[in-house]
């Protein structure tokens, strides 16, 4: 949720600040803006409404000079998206500027305080009473930047990632975090800072994930030229110096670049059989039968005294756990609830030291499951987290967990950080039943091999691209759209629903296939499509009966079957054909026409695929 960077070196600030923009856009992208300060002292802010292209476009003929700088590209909470609420801000005298993501919870009450002292606002947003409060403090007390900011932010109620600068001190950048990720990197002589890795990678894989509650002063000294010059200095709030741990990111530039593809979702959908061989490269072998997961050998015990499993989780991370309670269910017999992190945080849940709580998230960073996790450890849970952006906040937080290791996921919609958490689910389930001697030896034999071969049964499937993106023509006329499914399925029309409705803005409903007769078959009409996964499994017969219910109110059949299928082909509308899968695992191979499905309506419908309105992909807000 909102994109912070930030630089300071030798090198001109603003095409690193833009390129770093681009770069973090996934996390917001209502309005973006830049702060510079120039070799004569000044500071330069300019910001604008929309995309980075904008403020590109607005700066064309501005002075944008300067070795310092701040950037921003926002995700609005308080105050409408408009160039004056977008970051960053002024204090009133104009000698600080400050980017914030985040939401300061106390803002009103501080700004009604801040104004009755005379100081004057210039826009509706959270952000700018920190900037006005530090330089209200820093005036009133005489105090230096750093110390100001510490004093503001023990005011401060909220989670907050900031970067603040001075005109007066074009040699520092002070930025601090509470429950927002901010990452410092370390090049030679010059300093990066950024919401994630993504726009530091190119320049330096030297980088210090900063720490909640602590404030980092960033410093160069061009008088000074042992280590190029440069101080980075970590303290808390409270003024105590923190220890640094320089970290080596492993991303490759290429992760986070489209590759030749139009966009970075239909990248993402066609590496999913790369990212799965490498989700459980060295945890399946195969030859061995056997899954090996490092979480359940250093924790076996936590793990295997399990009474019960909690699955915390948020959107399509959410319907990944669903399909974990259903493995873990069957291989494992044990009770798994799966609950919306933001539900459970606020509701007194029963849990106990016998749970285990997993938490699914893609980025690592979402604020609801991150509360839902510190609500159950303080309730004696053991938590094991299944996460994908390495070092963020929701690993650090867990007692183990397991990465999913399919890479950087740009695209707002979620495509293989699905199939990921699918696959490790499906690995945990494994790992967790050979342990516990719930799954005989040849069921657990043939997942195990039947896994491994998912990679290239999905292979498979992305050769009906084509035909997916022709039949994705056919029916971007409709305004509602109904997903079946039944068992693993079930969650699987959940996601093709949720898929849809991210971003083509068509409204559509994933429903258990035989709940269709209690409700939703009230809306069927020769105008409503229906996405039925019909594929050959226990539930074939009955979902059969299904897709003739919907073409006897004349519904527009979509069919998701099994390879050779002729029963479903002659009544339905449409046929996606699938590989011959076990059924428990025919979420990782039916998820994927349905990406591709979704992805074709939005392209022809003209939207923005990659980044579709109102939406984030990093949600740090509650
Ligand atoms: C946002 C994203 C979704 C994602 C959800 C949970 O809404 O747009 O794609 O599923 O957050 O995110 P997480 O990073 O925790 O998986």
């Given at each position: 949720m909102c994109g912070i960077v930030g630089y300071l070196g030798k090198r001109e600030a603003f095409p690193i600040l833009i390129k770093g923009l681009r770069r973090l856009e996934y996390r917001g992208y209502d309005s973006a803006g830049v702060a510079l300060i120039n070799e004569a002292g000044g500071l330069n802010v300019y910001k604008t409404k929309g995309k980075v292209d904008n403020l590109v476009e607005y700066t064309?003929?501005?002075?944008?000079?300067?070795t310092i700088g701040i950037a921003h590209t926002r995700w609005a909470t308080?105050?409408?998206?408009s160039a004056v609420n977008a970051h960053p801000h002024y204090s009133q005298s104009h000698n600080l500027a400050i980017i914030h993501n985040g939401i300061i919870e106390n803002y009103a009450d501080l700004k009604g305080k801040l104004i009755e002292k005379g100081v004057e606002f210039?826009?509706?947003?959270?952000?700018?009473v920190v900037v006005q409060l530090v330089e209200y403090i820093m005036n009133k007390k005489q105090l230096d930047l750093l110390t100001a900011v510490q004093v503001a932010l023990y005011q401060v109620i909220g989670a907050y990632a900031i970067a603040i600068i001075d005109k007066r001190d074009p040699l520092q950048i002070i930025a601090a975090r509470k429950q927002s990720p901010l990452v410092v990197g370390i090049g030679d002589g010059e300093f990066f800072l950024g919401s994630d890795a993504s726009p530091i990678i190119e320049y330096t894989d030297k980088v210090v994930y900063l720490e909640d509650g602590n404030i980092a002063v960033l410093r160069l000294d061009?008088?000074?030229?042992?280590?190029?010059g440069m101080e980075l200095k970590v303290v808390s709030i409270l003024g105590e110096e923190q220890e640094l741990t320089v970290k080596k990111v492993d991303i490759d530039l290429g992760q986070i670049e489209?590759?030749?593809?139009?966009h970075f979702m239909l990248k993402e959908i066609f590496e999913q059989p790369e990212c799965l061989t490498n989700c459980m490269r060295g945890r399946i072998n195969v030859e061995a039968d056997h899954v090996t997961l490092s979480a359940l050998i250093d924790y076996r015990r936590q793990l295997l005294s399990a009474k019960r499993v909690l699955i915390v989780a948020c959107g399509t991370s959410w319907h990944a756990g669903l399909i974990g309670k259903q493995l873990i269910e069957s291989f494992c017999r044990i009770p798994v609830e799966v609950e919306y992190a933001s539900e459970f945080r606020y509701r007194n849940p029963v849990v106990t030291k016998d749970d285990v709580v997993i938490a699914i998230s893609?980025?690592?960073?979402t604020a609801d499951t991150l509360a839902a996790i510190q609500l159950a450890k303080e309730r004696g849970a053991f938590i094991y987290g299944i996460c994908?952006?390495?070092?963020?906040s929701i690993p650090r937080a867990t007692d183990t967990g397991t990465y999913?290791?399919?890479?950087?996921?740009?695209?707002?919609?979620?495509?293989k950080a699905f199939t990921g958490q699918v696959t490790v689910l499906t690995m945990f389930a494994l790992a967790l039943a050979e342990a516990k001697g719930t799954m005989a030896r040849d069921e657990y034999i043939k997942v195990v091999k039947g896994l491994s071969e998912v990679p290239e049964l999905i292979r498979e499937v992305l050769k009906s691209n084509e035909k997916v993106a022709d039949l994705a023509r056919t029916f971007t006329y409709a305004h509602n759209f109904l997903y079946l499914g039944r068992g693993f399925s079930y969650p699987v029309a959940l996601e093709g629903a949720l898929k849809l409705k991210e971003i083509s803005y068509i409204h559509a409903e994933g429903y258990p296939a035989a709940e269709?007769?209690?409700?939703?078959?009230?809306?069927?009409?020769?105008?409503m499509p229906v996405v039925v996964?019909?594929?050959?499994?226990?539930m074939y017969e009955k979902v059969l009966s299904n897709i003739q219910e919907i073409k006897a109110r004349k519904g527009r059949v979509i069919a998701l079957v099994t390879?050779?299928?002729?029963k479903i082909a002659k009544i339905a509308d449409e046929v996606i054909e699938l590989p011959d899968v076990q059924e428990c695992l025919e979420p990782l191979v039916a998820t994927v026409p349905l990406q591709l499905l979704s992805y074709y309506v939005a392209v022809c419908k003209g939207k923005d695929v990659d980044q579709p309105r109102n939406l984030a992909k990093s949600v740090t807000v509650e």
């Open positions: 064309s003929d501005k002075d944008k000079t300067g308080h105050g409408e998206p210039k826009s509706d947003t959270d952000t700018e061009k008088n000074r030229s042992e280590n190029s489209k590759g030749g593809y139009p893609q980025s690592g960073e994908n952006a390495i070092g963020s999913i290791h399919v890479g950087p996921e740009i695209g707002v919609a979620s495509t269709m007769k209690h409700g939703p078959i009230a809306l069927i009409d020769s105008d996964i019909a594929t050959h499994n226990t390879k050779g299928d002729d």
